[in-house]
């Protein structure tokens, strides 16, 4: 298992949840939501100075089919920007059924939909982020895709 900090995050159209594991890579922790902007990049990039991250997990979201979605671009551009703007590595894991595991945990906790909007993306952000953790413990190697910067960035 490789150490340091990685920061995992769900993309969405309105917010990004970013969670962060310890420099083990052992547990992933919630963050923060962060509103979806022109300044969602930095903040990002914020939070991977602030934690000294390693690595930036992002979720992949994918079609229980296997087939791409809308959102599955957007991810891929979000995560593509994240590359470009940073000496970090970034990768890109499969987050099928993250929002669903999320918001079912947080009603299992007492929690309602209305009063779960401002941490579901954090929760599904550790989902995503501890999966990807727990995938390189058991395989003994990374997870996920690489993202290559964009030549020139």
């Not at 995992?8 to 159209?13: A, F, L, Q, S, T």
């Not at 992949?60 to 551009?77: F, H, K, N, Q, Y």
């Not at 999320?102 to 993306?121: F, I, M, Y």
């Amino acid at each position: 298992m490789r150490t340091g900090t990685r920061l995992g995050i769900d993309v969405g159209k309105v917010r990004v949840g970013v969670a962060r594991s310890d420099p083990h890579g052992m547990i992933a922790t919630p963050v923060e939501t962060v509103p979806r902007s022109a300044k969602s990049i930095t903040t990002i990039l914020a939070f991977a100075t602030e934690y000294d991250a390693v690595e930036l997990v992002v979720g992949l979201p994918i079609a229980l089919s296997g087939r791409d979605t809308p959102s599955t671009a957007d991810a891929r551009e979000f995560a593509q920007q994240l590359a470009d703007s940073s000496e970090l590595t970034v990768r890109l894991v499969d987050e099928r059924m993250t929002t669903m595991s999320a918001q079912s945990a947080l009603r299992a906790s007492g929690r309602t939909a209305k009063n779960s909007r401002s941490v579901v993306d954090q929760v599904a952000a550790v989902i995503i982020l501890q999966h990807a953790l727990d995938f390189e413990r058991s395989a003994a190697r990374p997870p996920g895709e690489l993202v290559e910067p964009t030549l020139g960035s």
